[in-house]
């Protein structure tokens, strides 16, 4: 496995050479839509979140996934409806859902929490009632009002949708946070060096060419959504490069906030990191609370909340 | 993108090489106990299911995935059942299963099928419930009784279970059917040449190389389940190539079916390929067939269901 330093393209280089998602014009009527639905001062995050695919053959066969679920995306966005924020959730299709979440990505399917009443009709087993109702009515009362759902599947269409979205937002300013949770990958193969057809095992070693992808958090600080609240993540597994690499993307891009945190302990804590203070702030929950079912993403979002209204303050005192 | 004639390793040093799944020993116990409580003349069909994945570094972000949402595999499995058969479920974790197929893998979450009733119950919707009572009556009758569920992530949870599973049924003997659908891949990177960390993309290229996986239907057809009817699959996105391949396989392996399929036009055609039939039998459904909800999947288990009796038969007489 080898690194070579070679020129990474711009950006703008990238949309010109891959085709956009075919919901693409669906997402910008919808995002319009929703957006110009809300009220004047209503706060808004647009929440990313999933892995993004990379295909090595243009017939995909196979690709390159990042390692994600969506539950940091999906558990923050019901903890963002909870404070009062209108979302539009940008996730990875397949990947968990807000109110969803506990009913998939377990082995059981949806079946198993059913059963049939003397009377023949279909209803959730008792033991799941209370849950599940508490659920269903959250989920019932934000979608659509507050909770606007756009989906995709690979690099090239998650790039697409997030400029999308990040243009149409834009002039809404420093109300809009941007929580980018998705797990975006960092290297591709560029569809004019895909192998057009599924690649042959006719007997020996594949050696597979990737180029870097580029980092699109850059445009989007300065030129997509200049006034907007931007938190980015950065997600490591060994833990010397963690903060370095935290400050070093401040510092490079501009924005407001790195959510650091690292694979084995994401569920339990993570690192604020800001341009004012010098060191992060830490954000955990016991290992008692999680398991009563509290999740750390209440605590970050409650956070971020009060960090966004802060910055909306400021903004409005210049 | 280049390929290299290596040495590709032996299956058995796979082994030695990986750690077997932590669900190995629970499958084990899990199979051997549902065979067990078959009788004797019952006919049992291993059914894979959904694509692998091979990891690209030792602690995971990221992974390379072959396509294949188990929609063959999780279609045949109902019809196997509907068949008569008692069914070996091995599927990839979060991949469509049996019954629950319809419910999952769209954009819905499981929540949209419901709603509370006045009385303040959670139910299905009524334009939901006749073909949810319909499924969940099927889902009830099979599971644990003649429905067995095993999941898989990795290449390699997929090849220690495997091996697994078919020591512990080879001795069934003809009355024992593998439908090998899992997408499994042809490519992985061995545990020791892995990166430890997330890789780094400091800036520039990736180059990746990757090892051929040994091809484990021959031990399989050789080794471990010699007397077992066994059906292995041929996917492919250029035509020229399919024929050759699928008669290449069975020639090399000695084993009773191909199925051989294009990845465009697989859920309305397949070709059967045998030792015994020079040309293949094409299985087909049409558009409207289709429109109608039914599968492929009905036809070509039908066909491998009177194939197999007659596998059997042949066996007896000898």
Redesign the interface.
């Known amino acids: 496995?080898?690194?070579?330093?070679?020129r990474?393209i711009d950006p703008d280089t990238y949309f010109d050479h891959n085709l956009p998602p075919t919901n693409l014009q669906w997402a910008h009527d919808e995002v319009d839509r929703f957006v110009k639905s809300q009220s004047p001062d209503q706060r808004i995050v647009l929440v990313t979140s999933g892995g993004t695919?990379v295909p090595?053959?243009n017939?995909?066969?196979?690709?390159?996934?990042?390692?994600s679920a969506g539950t940091r995306g999906s558990s923050s966005a019901e903890q963002f409806l909870a404070q009062g924020y209108a979302v539009i959730f940008l996730y990875r299709?397949?990947s968990l859902?807000p109110?969803?979440r506990n009913?998939?990505?377990n082995?059981r399917?949806?079946?198993?929490?059913?059963?049939?009443t003397s009377e023949?009709?279909?209803?959730?087993k008792r033991e799941?009632?209370e849950k599940?109702?508490r659920?269903?009515?959250l989920?019932?009362k934000y979608t659509g009002s507050k909770l606007l759902?756009v989906?995709f599947t690979t690099l090239s269409d998650y790039l697409f949708l997030l400029r999308e979205v990040s243009l149409l937002v834009a002039s809404l300013g420093p109300r809009v946070m941007f929580y980018l949770a998705a797990?975006v990958?960092?290297?591709f193969?560029p569809s004019h060096?895909?192998?057009e057809?599924?690649?042959?095992?006719?007997?020996?070693?594949?050696?597979?060419?990737?180029?870097?992808?580029p980092k699109f958090l850059r445009p989007l600080v300065k030129n997509w959504a200049p006034l907007c609240f931007i938190v980015s993540f950065k997600?490591?597994?060994?833990p010397e490069?963690l903060g370095p690499k935290a400050r070093h993307a401040l510092e490079k891009y501009g924005h407001q906030v790195v959510i650091a945190n690292m694979?084995?302990t994401r569920k339990c804590q993570v690192w604020l990191f800001t341009k004012e203070a010098s060191d992060p702030a830490i954000i955990q929950i016991s290992k008692e609370d999680q398991d009563a079912g509290r999740d750390i993403e209440q605590d970050l979002v409650e956070e971020l909340d009060r960090r966004h209204q802060q910055y909306i303050s400021n903004g409005q005192q210049q």
Chains 1, 2 share one sequence.
Do not use: P
């Open positions: 496995m080898t690194l070579d330093m070679r990474v695919t090595l053959e017939n995909t066969v196979r690709f390159v996934d990042n390692f299709e397949h859902q109110f969803n009913y998939s990505h082995t399917g949806i079946l198993s929490y059913l059963e049939r023949g009709q279909i209803r959730v799941w009632e599940m109702g659920d269903l009515d989920y019932q759902m989906n797990a990958s960092d290297f193969i060096s895909m192998s057809h599924k690649i042959q095992s006719a007997g020996g070693d594949l050696t597979l060419r990737m180029n870097q992808v997600l490591e597994t060994d490069l694979l084995d």
